[in-house]
């Protein structure tokens, strides 16, 4: 594969990985890329490497422009082992004394997963480095999403590399968010939903901190997927969108079921909701992974979950997916849970517990029906999924 210039002598070597399908728990059926960047000036850098088992090609790609030997700076936006696995093999090839140009915890990051004395220079927020033509100034991103987190902003071209922001989960030959057009969105909510969503207030932060740092960029190099040249504020204005988790009318009902009886309750409460205008989206765990539940989440103005009484607990199916919702902290919904039940009926109170601890408001105390739901039951849930929708189109107002 050949290197791609993205400005002049400015290069993506970074790689696409085609057969990825699992990135720590995400699902990416569309792979994924590790992007790299060179930068050729009076001093050549290197921005960022690629997870261990790729390093042949980021070398193939460097090699095709410039002998690796001759890059004099490696910078470290992010310590996470898909851009950083491929360092030991890197600084082999350019030199174990090569300074790494990174944040304070990007040092503390990398020392603690790599037992080398490298030479790391820990940068402040807005310091400067200047290569001869161009001059590289790097921005604390603490949180987006580690930590370590930094971008650079180089000029005089005006290009920010945004490390993990704005980037999509997609292994293409597509390198340029104008080529694959409208396409790319999709991704870029699911990454945003399943990487960032946490850290929706550090992201606010940052947009509106972006202007008056003196930043202008006419694009956005993420560490993942396409870049942006064509329409950055697209990509902005979506950011902004998604970080303040805005909501629609829209209601997702997740759930899974033993014996058929909580799809059933699902089903009739999807119809409630349909019912009462709200766009509805029925996800069972048996076909939806939780990260597709996730980008769904993120502008429903409802979270309706369902699960079987299994043992005292929650479905293992729901567990996992509440564990996963908990730790990526929706915000602005409102919530309800149902569930089939035998004898004791414990998992409405689980779900609810989840609720509270996503600081979610609980609207309703949960629906349980014991055993295989009858007709008034299936009017119930038909009605739980009405009195829901109105509360959503009531949050509209
Ligand atoms: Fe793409 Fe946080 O690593």
């Not at 400005?7 to 399908?21: P, S």
């Not at 569930?339 to 109170?349: F, I, L, N, P």
């Amino acid at each position: 594969m050949k290197p791609v210039e993205i400005a002049e002598g400015i290069y993506d070597v970074g790689v696409n990985d085609w057969n990825i399908e699992d990135f720590h728990g995400y699902s990416t059926p569309y792979g994924s890329s590790y992007n790299a960047f060179l930068i050729l000036d009076e001093k050549i850098a290197l921005i960022d490497t690629v997870k261990k088992g790729f390093e042949a090609e980021l070398f193939s790609k460097i090699s095709q422009i410039v002998d690796p030997g001759k890059i004099d700076i490696l910078i470290s936006n992010h310590s996470e082992m898909d851009h950083s696995g491929g360092l030991p093999e890197v600084m082999r090839a350019i030199g174990e004394e090569t300074p790494i140009f990174c944040s304070k915890m990007g040092a503390k990051n990398l020392s603690g997963h790599f037992t080398q004395p490298w030479n790391y220079h820990a940068v402040a927020n807005g310091e400067k480095l200047n290569l001869g033509r161009r001059t590289l100034k790097f921005i604390e991103t603490r949180m987006l999403h580690w930590p370590d987190s930094m971008f650079t902003y180089v000029q005089p071209d005006n290009i920010l590399f945004s490390s993990d922001a704005f980037g999509q989960h997609y292994a293409g030959n597509e390198k340029f968010d104008d080529v694959i057009g409208g396409a790319i969105m999709p991704h870029a909510k699911k990454y945003f939903a399943n990487i960032l969503m946490h850290f929706s207030p550090q992201v606010l932060k940052l947009l509106d901190n972006v202007p008056k740092m003196g930043l202008a960029p006419r694009m956005i190099c993420p560490d993942h997927g396409v870049l942006w040249r064509r329409d950055i504020g697209k990509i902005i204005d979506a950011y902004a969108r998604w970080s303040r988790q805005e909501i629609r009318a829209k209601a997702i009902v997740v759930y899974d079921s033993m014996w058929h009886s909580t799809e059933m309750m699902a089903d009739a409460i999807a119809s409630g909701l349909d019912d009462v205008g709200v766009e509805v989206r029925p996800m069972s765990l048996r076909k939806w992974h939780r990260s597709d539940v996730m980008t769904e989440v993120l502008d429903a103005g409802a979270i309706l979950v369902g699960s079987p009484t299994l043992n005292n607990g929650l479905f293992p199916t729901v567990a996992d997916m509440l564990t996963y919702m908990r730790g990526l902290r929706p915000q602005k919904k409102i919530a309800a849970a149902f569930g089939s039940y035998g004898w004791s009926g414990e998992a409405v109170k689980h779900i609810n517990q989840a609720f509270e601890d996503m600081k979610l408001e609980i609207v309703d105390p949960g629906l349980r029906i014991k055993y295989v739901p009858d007709e008034a039951s299936m009017t119930a849930c038909f009605d739980f999924g009405r009195k829901i929708g109105e509360r959503i189109l009531q949050e509209l107002k």
